[in-house]
């Protein structure tokens, strides 16, 4: 999978050599994360600043640095099996996290007209990511004993990079928008991380993301 991204990523180079010319921009918006281990969604957010390359057509290559958090939360629940006369336990473990990634998305993307001013655009392709910091927290319950009594314990992850998550990440993104005035573009997005997040003594986990971005290319 790694070699298949560096070889996109230079066949997008070659690309570039191409180029008709670039347009700075800015682009911030919302992130809801999800875990495919996950009971539920988190919000966090992106903001960066992004370039635009354009080519023959309406084909383009687009690329950011970016700033953004991607909240995960795990929660596992099991049941213990005591025996027919006596009632079944359960186990349960909660670890909830908000990492922060610097990362580089490069897309291939095509722009259509719709109106005057108006284009609709959609883009996909790989990006890679590193963890600066972030912090978390876990609870756990427990039921061990026949006689129904719960124990409970928690405390706090002060590096999650430390311990619970990886600090590399690599995925494919993918988004489609509208761009009004040739400066202005709203977009909808998704990433999905292919490596896992977590390092492997605490299982398989890939985080997800969907995002609603507004940018402005100068």
């Known amino acids: 999978m790694k070699t298949r991204i560096i070889t996109f990523l230079m066949f997008v180079c070659g690309l570039g050599m191409q180029a008709q010319g670039v347009r700075w921009g800015v682009e911030g918006g919302y992130n809801l994360s999800h875990s495919t281990e996950a009971t539920g969604w988190k919000s966090g957010f992106n903001i960066g ?3 635009e390359y354009g080519l023959s057509g309406g084909w383009y290559l687009d690329g950011a640095l970016k700033l953004s958090s991607k909240p995960t939360v ?3 629940s099991t049941n213990i099996y005591f025996g027919p006369d ?3 336990g359960w186990s349960r473990d909660k670890v909830s996290a908000t990492p922060y990634y610097l990362e580089l998305p490069v897309r291939v993307g095509y ?3 719709i109106t005057d001013g108006c284009k609709l655009f959609v883009a996909a392709g790989p990006y890679v990511g590193v963890g600066l910091w972030g912090s978390g927290k876990w609870v756990m319950e427990h039921q061990n004993e026949p006689d129904g009594a719960v124990e409970r314990s928690h405390g706090k992850i002060g590096n999650v990079y430390d311990s619970y998550m990886r600090r590399m990440a690599y995925g494919a993104n993918a988004r489609v928008g509208v761009e009004f005035g040739g ?7 998704y990433d999905l991380q292919l490596n896992s ?3 492997s003594r605490h299982g ?3 985080n997800q993301v969907m995002g609603i971005n507004v940018g402005w290319k100068f």
């Open 74 to 76: 795990k929660d596992n």
């Open 49 to 51: 600043v992004t370039a």
């Open 86 to 88: 006596v009632p079944d």
């Open 183 to 189: 400066h202005l573009q709203v977009s909808l997005g």
């Open 204 to 206: 398989e986990d890939h």
């Open 197 to 199: 997040y977590r390092h």
């Open 111 to 113: 722009k259509f007209g």
